[in-house]
């Protein structure tokens, strides 16, 4: 698990040896022979925004009054976006919503007070309006007691994730494999290290050199995706997933 500035230095000083920064988040240095398997927190939001695109959607954007970056980063990438720093009222909602196409309400928000309220007043109008509840990515704001979960499940709230979270086989399957080997069951960064190491594995044992496997191929673990794209001379990892709550308070595949 190497700090950024170490994977850099490994990657600058090993020109021709591709170097696969396992957990780091951020942008860093773009370096030719530099792989960051782990999506960064803009890629993240970007895909939600592309996710909303998709749906052709009147995109409603509740956001902290501070958040000045945020505003200006919704903007930039999703044209024709209403943002509001403001505490949610049907007053203040009802003239921002499409009649007949889809609503998304994106909520980048820390106050567990301003997601409550949100959530409760979709739940008092989504029979009249097509309304979609999305966050960028989960938050420990989702988890305050203020918040209702059963209105979030109700809601079907997405968010973007650099995880599957969702229950599968393979990953039933890994738990208990991994349980038999070590004596416990595997936590996050165990999962990710397999799945970072096996992604790399598969590259090596193509034809291609593993530096042409990262522009024509892309593969799924047990629980991430690896879907690489060169960008100003390095190499980033874009897989990520779109994700629901759905109202048996399992998470589900978005469509």
Avoid: C, W
């Avoid at 966050?135 to 599957?164: C, G, W």
């Avoid at 399957?173 to 992604?199: H, Y």
């Avoid at 794209?229 to 897989?239: E, V």
């Amino acid at each position: 698990p190497f700090f950024q500035s170490n994977v850099e230095r490994a990657a600058q000083t090993l020109t021709n040896v591709p170097v696969i920064s396992p957990l780091s988040k951020e942008v860093g240095k773009p370096i030719e022979n530099l792989y960051q398997s782990v999506p960064s927190p803009d890629v993240v939001r970007v895909a939600m925004l592309n996710f909303i695109k998709s749906k052709n959607a009147n995109l409603i954007a509740v956001v902290d009054e501070k958040k000045l970056s945020s505003k200006q980063f919704i903007k930039n990438n999703y044209a024709g976006a209403k943002i509001t720093d403001q505490m949610v009222t049907e007053e203040l909602l009802k003239p921002l919503l499409d009649p007949v196409g889809i609503n998304y309400i994106l909520l980048d928000t820390e106050s567990a007070g301003k997601v409550s309220n949100t959530v409760r007043v979709l739940m008092k109008i989504k029979e009249e309006y097509k309304i979609q509840l999305a966050v960028f990515e989960r938050t420990d704001v989702l988890d305050n007691e203020e918040v209702p979960l059963h209105l979030l499940t109700q809601l079907k709230m997405q968010y973007a994730s650099i995880t599957n979270d969702t229950d599968t086989h393979e990953k039933h399957l890994f738990i208990k494999k991994f349980k038999e080997k070590n004596g416990v069951s595997p936590n996050q960064f165990a999962t990710r290290d397999f799945d970072v190491t096996f992604d790399v594995i598969l590259r090596l044992f193509q034809p291609e050199s593993f530096g042409e496997t990262v522009v024509t191929k892309s593969s799924e673990q047990v629980e991430n995706k690896f879907a690489y794209r060169s960008l100003n001379g390095g190499n980033y990892n874009n897989g990520v997933y779109i994700l629901y709550y759905d109202e048996d308070l399992s998470i589900k595949h978005a469509e």
